[in-house]
């Protein structure tokens, strides 16, 4: 073996194990992103994440709670496991037709409220999904 032959095969090797960690880098930060995309690295969630926060903003007596939160508790036992592309239109669906129920069980003030109280609510929860 010549000299010339030892340093390319050093260079080489280096070059190898270079490309190795670089790989291993973005192996890391794809399964990162579909952990984030996916929903298994949310964080815990506080007492202002859950649908609860949302049903205090309104202000609503103790039956209509009760009423409302069957309602999103229903909701989100059918909706519990995870999506996939097909399943969206039924999704979109369901989400109308639990809509439709609040709707008939609030007046027009509490639903207002409700609206924009779940608007921030889910606003909270999808830029907690976002990786900066």
Same mark, same amino acid.
């Given at each position: 073996?010549?000299?010339?032959? @030892?340093? =390319?095969?050093?260079?080489? $090797?280096? *070059?190898?194990?270079?490309?190795?960690?670089? $790989?291993?880098?973005?192996?890391?930060?794809?399964?990162?992103?579909?952990?984030? &995309?996916?929903?298994?690295? /949310?964080?815990?969630?506080?007492?202002?994440?859950?649908? @609860?926060?949302?049903?205090?903003?309104?202000? $609503?007596?103790?039956?209509? !709670?009760?009423?409302?939160?069957? &309602?999103?508790?229903?909701? %989100?036992?059918?909706?519990?496991? !995870?999506? +996939?592309? %097909?399943?969206? #239109?039924?999704? #979109?669906? %369901?989400? $109308?037709? @639990?809509?439709?129920?609040?709707?008939?069980?609030?007046?027009?003030? /509490?639903?207002?409220?409700? !609206? =924009?109280?779940?608007?921030?609510? *889910?606003?909270? !929860? +999808?830029?907690?999904?976002?990786?900066?």
């Amino acid at each position: 073996m010549t000299m010339q032959s @030892t340093t =390319k095969d050093r260079w080489l $090797l280096r *070059l190898f194990v270079l490309c190795l960690l670089a $790989l291993g880098f973005l192996a890391g930060a794809v399964t990162t992103r579909l952990a984030h &995309i996916y929903g298994y690295m /949310q964080s815990p969630m506080g007492a202002s994440d859950s649908l @609860t926060w949302v049903v205090d903003q309104v202000g $609503l007596a103790a039956a209509q !709670r009760a009423q409302v939160a069957n &309602i999103l508790n229903e909701h %989100q036992a059918v909706n519990r496991s !995870r999506m +996939t592309r %097909q399943m969206k #239109r039924q999704y #979109r669906e %369901q989400f $109308l037709e @639990t809509d439709q129920r609040l709707r008939g069980a609030l007046s027009p003030e /509490q639903y207002r409220r409700y !609206r =924009k109280a779940f608007h921030q609510w *889910l606003k909270r !929860r +999808t830029d907690g999904l976002r990786v900066e």
